[in-house]
T-cell receptor
């Protein structure tokens, strides 16, 4: 496989369920991201991992819990979600330099469409 | 703070028409990068172009061209002779808000009708 792969592509869960989203990148990148895409809103960065260390957490509710066991895999663990959490969750990866320049190109997966009932 | 405005929410054109997608940005940085991404119905955002603020030359890639105007803080994207496969949501983006962060516009949905 190539690029960034996300599973599952679609997920329906109740508010009391626990589920996980998975992302895998085959590009040898050293940074991975979770973005949330809601209707008519700009993409929201949720978490960033660089070299498997979380470097950014945009005050996301604790019902979202990321995990990055190695540079190729990224998980988003979900529990006790709310209906407003229904959205497309996009994973991305990039190759970042020691000094942030803003030049990095993001490679995105196709997303996991989450519906919370 | 950085900001990206894509005022056109949705555009519909007939196949073979030319179409321009607007992007206006705000930044305090003296040097910066600008990006365009395409999101087809399949969901993944696909990188189209990255432009360094040092380079104001317009760029052409096949039917795609980009017009960067630093004086008006605009980075517009033109598709020449549009095709149905160009139907997608297009996002303009700029680094901002912290390390590893990008500010995306709200996107422009382009519908190309056969």
């Amino acid at each position: 496989e190539t690029g960034v792969t996300q599973t599952p592509r679609h997920l329906v869960m109740g508010m009391t369920n626990k589920k996980s989203l998975k992302c895998e990148q085959h590009l040898g990148h050293n940074a991975m991201y979770w973005y949330k895409q809601s209707a008519k809103k700009p993409l929201e960065l949720m978490f960033v991992y660089s070299l498997e260390e979380r470097v950014e957490n945009n005050s996301v509710p604790s019902r979202f819990s990321p995990e990055c066991p190695n540079s190729s895999h990224l998980f988003l663990h979900l529990h006790t979600l709310q209906p407003e959490d229904s959205a497309l969750y996009l994973c991305a990866s990039s190759q970042v330099d020691r000094i942030w320049s803003g030049a990095n190109v993001l490679t995105f997966g196709a997303g996991s469409r989450l519906t919370v009932l | 703070a950085q900001k990206v405005t894509q005022a056109q929410t949705e555009i519909s054109v007939v196949e073979k028409e030319d179409v321009t997608l607007d992007c206006v940005y705000e930044t305090r940085d003296t040097t910066y990068y600008l990006f365009w991404y395409k999101q087809p119905p399949s969901g993944e955002l696909v990188f189209l172009i990255r432009r360094n603020s040092f380079d104001e030359q317009n760029e052409i890639s096949g039917r795609y061209s980009w017009n960067f105007q630093k004086s008006t803080s605009s980075f517009n994207f033109t598709i020449t002779a549009s095709q149905v496969v160009d139907s997608a949501v297009y996002f303009c983006a700029i680094p901002g808000g912290g390390t590893y962060k990008y500010i995306f516009g709200t996107g422009t949905r382009l519908k190309v009708l056969a």
